[in-house]
């Protein structure tokens, strides 16, 4: 074993320890069985990753991944030297996790509302969904939260970030994406770990996402390659768009003050109406099989609209800042520093004139 990742795993048993001992003093049985998964599966990432170094140089490794770790690995000092990220060692180790994803995320909501079920750690603060190390204790906490009535969800995540915690490993479930994606969910990551905002989701996710678009533009850039196509992104935006537009029906429905019976048919009726908009939207623009027809064929609950609009929300307010800081990491880090200052009301709502500038904008060029 390395000597950095046993004194790393020394450093780390207090972190999780403290971590899982809150949850002893504040929580029920089943949120320290919770945080007991959490430490052991941490843990066992810390146990069980190598240096890209040293997998690079064995010349048992295979070619593809040897390939695609030194790119990643570029990617990684383009990082911190070109975007200004943490220099730091995570993605600088690999872990082969033998299974498709590294944690499955659960979320909730009541039957009839599309507010979630919050969690709240102390570390991240209040989040959206729970994450597992293993699928199998995933699939229980939802089976529990079906049986007390909850909309509930669950989904497979091959990445996350520890906030600077770890040295965060690049992981086998990763590899699952190309080098583009690979190479800017690396650049996501490290966002959080520098500017996080605790109770803030949409916040943290939408910066990290505009450093990770902005940030892969010019890492293809700085390799000569061209700029990439953007159809995939239009597509993305659009669906979301459709999503949203149901949320927002379903949150006026569930305010109406109907009984539940009549509740539960405008709530039928509405996802009915959101499949048909979808197949209209799909066949006039996107006449090809795409991804999004198996998701809009499984069954739709409030849980399942509760992930669309984190990610984006107010990536376009961060491109302003951008423009405005004239291209400079430093200067942009500084005005999203100063935000993530302000108390959230006051956030949003400099957000939202940012967003109405860059709506604007739009329009103009249009």
């Not at 803030?200 to 010019?218: I, M």
């Not at 799909?282 to 849980?303: F, G, K, M, Q, T």
């Not at 990491?329 to 100063?338: I, M």
Request: glycine content about 6%; hydrophobic content about 40%.
């Amino acid at each position: 074993m390395p000597s950095y990742r046993f004194a790393e795993l020394l450093t780390s048993f207090p972190r999780l320890i403290a971590i899982s001992a809150v949850g002893l003093v504040l929580c029920a049985c089943s949120s320290v069985r919770y945080y007991a998964q959490a430490a052991h599966g941490q843990s066992e990432l810390v146990f069980r990753r190598r240096a890209v170094s040293a997998i690079v140089q064995d010349p048992a490794t295979n070619p593809r991944l040897a390939a695609r770790l030194r790119l990643a690995q570029q990617a990684r000092e383009f990082a911190s030297q070109r975007l200004g990220l943490p220099h730091n060692r995570s993605y600088t180790s690999y872990v082969d996790l033998h299974r498709e994803y590294v944690v499955w995320n659960v979320f909730a909501a009541p039957r009839y509302s599309v507010d979630p079920v919050l969690y709240c750690f102390p570390i991240a603060g209040c989040v959206a969904y729970r994450g597992y190390f293993n699928e199998a204790t995933a699939k229980a906490e939802v089976a529990r939260l079906q049986q007390h009535g909850y909309d509930v969800e669950i989904g497979g995540v091959p990445a996350y970030s520890t906030l600077g915690w770890f040295a965060d490993p690049i992981l086998s479930s990763m590899l699952r994406w190309d080098d583009d994606e690979l190479d800017s969910t690396i650049f996501h990551e490290l966002s959080h770990q520098l500017i996080y905002v605790k109770d803030d989701t949409a916040f943290n996710e939408s910066f990290a996402t505009f450093v990770q678009a902005e940030g892969l533009r010019e890492w293809r850039q700085s390799r000569g390659l061209p700029a990439q196509d953007d159809r995939t992104q239009g597509m993305d935006a659009g669906f979301t768009r459709l999503v949203l537009d149901l949320r927002e029906r379903l949150k006026t429905l569930y305010a109406s003050g109907l009984g539940e019976p009549a509740m539960e048919a405008g709530k039928q009726s509405e996802i009915a109406a959101f499949r048909q908009q979808y197949q209209l939207w799909r066949d006039r623009d996107w006449p090809h099989e795409h991804a999004y027809d198996a998701w809009v064929a499984a069954p739709i609950n409030n849980a399942r609209l509760l992930p669309f609009g984190l990610y984006e929300q107010w990536t376009p307010s961060f491109g302003v800042l951008f423009q405005r800081a004239e291209g400079s990491w430093p200067a942009f880090y500084a005005s999203v520093r100063a935000l993530a200052k302000l108390p959230k009301a006051k956030r949003e709502l400099q957000l939202q004139a940012l967003l109405a500038d860059s709506q604007a904008k739009a329009t103009l060029a249009n």
